[in-house]
């Protein structure tokens, strides 16, 4: 078992990893039990793959248990489903203290996550992340948010949850192509300010995706640990050390906007290709060594992510990408900070960066 603990004063909480926890998870949530059933919220495929392990775990402890299960699928991040949401939580009679689960990938930590934000006020909740790039990124530090028509992550809070419980068998049950997905979070912590770190990528890597257990639980816990220092140090991106996190992200939403939030292009491999993509432009403004970038294309390629527009089958021109990028909510004051890199590991928060530049180079790389 690994244990790292977010420390945020009063709303510090653990994230608990162990392979098999989620057939032990009962004994975890005992703390958190109230007088009323558990409310879980999951989507209609964890449903099937992993609920009854919870359900037989919670049964075993003594625990009761509602069960609300949504449609799988990023459409689910809407006002139409925060609304049936948020009105099934209070016809339950869930109060402030009760302990919403949140079981599922980032869509549903997510959506549950800002639900239980804004019902009563607030109320708390668990994550119980299944997929592999909700049990290293969206799971952990209470960023909360649904979708808008302008585009994604656009209508939030920052509701830290009161508890992680993170089991990698449940990456079993995965499609291979969600699990790399995932996996490009991983790797953006190494690529942050950890070179070391994506050595062991390079190396590791495959193994991981194969399904190597010890792999699994490195990965997850020193990502996990990254994340935390960095959420403890700026809760809510307000000195810029956490806006690190979205190294990738900038290129990213633009790709996903592009090919209409769908299952065209997964969240995790729009960050890979943005990663590539911000690491290219890194280089192309002569700040990053080409052979660094290049280091990065090759290893986002040998796991089967996108490193390129073409790679994501995005063919949209460089201006109407920035134009999606316009309604990214780091704008400030008419200004979208970039997060580039000086080489691998030494990413950094880029205040001077020309959209009309970044247009031209991602037409240079959609040839």
Same mark, same amino acid.
């Given at each position: ?12 909480? @653990? ?7 989620? @057939? ?11 007088? !009323?059933?558990?409310?879980?919220? &999951?989507? =209609? ?9 919870? =359900? ?10 509602? %069960? ?6 990023? *459409? ?16 339950? *009679? ?5 302990h919403v689960i949140a079981l599922g990938g980032g869509v549903i930590g997510d959506l ?54 993170? /089991?990698? /068998?449940?990456?079993? &049950? ?73 190294? *990738? ?8 906007a592009e090919t209409g939030f769908s299952d065209k292009l997964l969240h995790g491999e729009?960050? =890979?290709?943005?990663?590539?993509? =911000? ?15 290049? !280091? ?23 201006? &109407?990408?920035?134009?999606?990028? %316009? ?7 008419g200004t979208l900070p970039f997060l580039l890199a000086r080489g691998i590991g030494q ?21």
């Amino acid at each position: 078992m690994s244990v790292v603990p977010v420390s945020l004063g009063e709303r510090s909480y @653990d994230v608990v990893i162990e392979p098999g926890l989620l @057939d032990r998870a009962g004994e975890a949530l005992k703390p958190y039990a109230g007088k !009323r059933p558990f409310v879980v919220v &999951t989507d =209609a495929h964890v449903a099937q793959t992993q609920w009854p392990r919870l =359900a037989a775990s919670l049964a075993a402890a003594g625990l009761a248990a509602e %069960l609300i299960v949504l449609p799988a699928g990023e *459409g689910t991040k809407s006002w139409a489903q925060l609304e049936a949401l948020t009105d099934r939580l209070i016809d339950l *009679g869930v109060e402030r203290r009760d302990h919403v689960i949140a079981l599922g990938g980032g869509v549903i930590g997510d959506l549950v996550g800002f639900a239980a934000s804004v019902v009563k006020r607030g109320c708390a909740f668990i994550q119980i992340p299944t997929t592999l790039l909700a049990q290293v990124d969206s799971s952990v530090g209470g960023k909360t948010a649904i979708n808008s028509r302008a585009g994604k992550n656009l209508i939030g809070a920052f509701h830290q949850p009161a508890l992680v419980l993170i /089991d990698p /068998d449940t990456l079993d &049950t995965l499609p291979v192509r969600e699990t790399a997905a995932g996996y490009a979070e991983v790797v953006k912590y190494g690529l942050i300010d950890d070179a070391d770190f994506f050595a062991w990528c390079e190396a590791h890597g495959p193994a991981l995706l194969a399904g190597d257990a010890q792999a699994r639980v490195h990965a997850i816990s020193k990502s996990v640990a990254a994340k935390a220092a960095i959420v403890a140090e700026d809760e809510r991106e307000t000195t810029g050390k956490r806006a690190l996190l979205n190294l *990738g992200h900038t290129f990213g939403h633009a790709l996903e906007a592009e090919t209409g939030f769908s299952d065209k292009l997964l969240h995790g491999e729009a960050v =890979a290709a943005g990663m590539a993509l =911000a690491f290219g432009y890194s280089a192309r403004r002569g700040e990053c060594p080409a052979e660094d970038a290049e !280091r990065v294309v090759t290893h986002l390629r040998a796991v089967g992510l996108p490193a390129s527009l073409s790679d994501a089958g995005v063919s949209a021109s460089g201006e &109407t990408l920035v134009a999606h990028m %316009l309604h990214d909510k780091k704008m400030s004051a008419g200004t979208l900070p970039f997060l580039l890199a000086r080489g691998i590991g030494q990413t950094y928060l880029a205040q001077d960066v020309d959209l009309a530049d970044v247009a031209a180079f991602l037409d240079e790389n959609g040839r």
